[in-house]
């Protein structure tokens, strides 16, 4: 192996330690912010009130309803029709929900998006961006 050889090995292997180092200092970033994004979720709450005014419903960030209040217009009204104010009412602060998680998560996405895949640094190797997409439906 000739000098220019050497060179060009040292040279393409530094390019790659750059790449993984960048990946690892990523991983750390959204490693500290993990917890925070966590606390976000947790405390993620979404209330909304159906049409009639009959329900007000409150959901946590999984969309599962935590409380329901109804109004004294409510004692007038048919079983059926609570019901379905209910629904309805659940429907929509869930929708508010999924909206705020998103929210939530899209630095965090934005972020794996920014790094290098795996595909990019070793030749043949996986793309672990485009699995992710395919198990996500975005691809």
């Known amino acids: 192996m000739d000098r220019w050889e050497r ?7 530094f390019g790659m330690r750059n790449q993984v180092e960048q990946i690892l ?34 959901v946590d960030s999984a969309g599962v309803l935590i409380d329901v209040r109804f109004t004294a217009d409510a004692q007038r009204s048919t079983p059926a029709q609570l019901g379905r104010s209910v629904t309805e009412a659940g429907r929509e602060a869930a929708r508010r929900v999924r909206e705020q998680t998103r929210q939530i998560l ?10 290098p895949d795996l595909s990019d640094l070793v030749s043949g190797a996986p793309s672990l961006r485009e699995r992710r997409e395919v198990e996500s439906g975005d691809g």
Do not use: C, K
């Open 7 to 13: 060179e060009g090995l040292r040279s393409a292997n």
């Open 25 to 58: 200092d990523a991983l750390a970033e959204q490693r500290e912010r993990r917890a925070g994004v966590q606390r976000q979720l947790d405390a993620a709450r979404s209330t909304a009130t159906s049409a009639d005014g009959l329900v007000e419903v409150t």
């Open 106 to 115: 899209a630095p965090v996405a934005a972020a794996a998006d920014a790094m």
